[in-house]
């Protein structure tokens, strides 16, 4: 009588379930309700529930239990067959079934063969949960994106895409939906070569300009090219080797020659001695103290 006039009440145990000396239901209308362990009742898989205390949780008072054939029979034009595409926090996974539901309460699943998009949209989901930093990164990756948002800082007449984590978590649906067709699990985001996903976001023009604005290395007076670090909208760092820059007067500039570039030179063991944006004003008034104090650590070096 309690599971025709409650149908709502009707409860099925959940497995793997550890409280402090209960037994948790959940309960077809979608909560949960809690019996103590030692209740007789406290084994049997499915209960119509008659009273329970308000909760949460809600402690389970009077209860009858179920057979489970018995129930399916009698609820058989209540049973739904639905199709469920969803992210899975605990598995981190696309979980792709077919289930079939009493209420909140699933009686039976089986695989979905096919979930087409759904199953990538399900990912994102999942990626909007995890946070944007669960893709690949690279460094390069990381400095392709400070290169556009340095720009985009810099030269706001030309309308820089916003590639900020904020922005890109907001439009995964453009720029990395199409690459996520067969992935339905977290490791599978390891595939994804986040670099040229983000750099097809730029037409062939703006990837051009990207390479002359923000170059990603510059080559010094020694001839070595050396990789610049971008953190906008600071102008970027170059952490040169001093002797490295023997023969340049100027500070190096990027961004048709607008933005100076920040110079840390490194002593040959690798260890910054000097911070400067004004390389002339450094060899002029600098230079001489920072090269008494490497020519008795290094005197192997050439020191002019």
């Not at 037994?23 to 103590?36: H, P």
């Not at 739904?80 to 979980?95: H, I, P």
Request: proline share 8%; aromatic share 6%; net charge positive.
């Amino acid at each position: 009588r309690v599971r025709a006039a409650y149908p709502e009440r009707i409860a099925r145990r959940r497995p793997g379930f550890r409280g402090a000396r209960e037994v948790a239901y959940q309960c077809a209308e979608g909560g949960e309700a809690r019996l103590a362990e030692d209740h007789p009742l406290a084994t049997r898989e499915w209960l119509a529930i008659a009273h329970w205390d308000p909760g949460p949780p809600r402690r389970i008072r009077l209860a009858a239990a179920l057979d489970e054939a018995a129930l399916l029979r009698d609820h058989a034009d209540a049973i739904r067959s639905e199709d469920v595409v969803a992210w899975d926090a605990t598995s981190e996974a696309v979980v792709a079934e077919r289930q079939q539901r009493l209420g909140a309460l699933v009686l039976a699943r089986s695989p979905l063969p096919d979930a087409g998009t759904r199953s990538a949209r399900a990912l994102l989901d999942g990626l909007r949960a995890l946070g944007l930093q669960a893709l690949p990164w690279t460094e390069a990756a990381r400095q392709w994106q400070a290169r556009v948002l340095s720009l985009r800082a810099w030269r706001p007449q030309e309308n820089w895409p916003d590639v900020s984590d904020t922005a890109l978590l907001a439009s995964m649906e453009d720029w990395l939906l199409p690459y996520l067709d067969g992935s339905t699990r977290r490791e599978h985001l390891a595939r994804l070569d986040v670099l040229a996903i983000l750099d097809a976001q730029l037409d062939p023009v703006a990837r051009r300009r990207l390479a002359q604005l923000a170059p990603t290395h510059l080559e010094v007076p020694s001839g070595a090219r050396i990789r610049l670090h971008y953190s906008p909208p600071e102008p970027p760092v170059l952490a040169v080797k001093l002797q490295e820059m023997f023969g340049c007067a100027q500070t190096p500039t990027v961004n048709e020659g607008r933005t100076v570039v920040r110079l840390q030179l490194l002593s040959p063991a690798q260890r910054p001695v000097a911070i400067t944006a004004d390389l002339a004003s450094f060899w002029a008034k600098g230079y001489a103290e920072v090269k008494k104090d490497l020519r008795g650590r290094y005197p192997k070096h050439p020191w002019p």
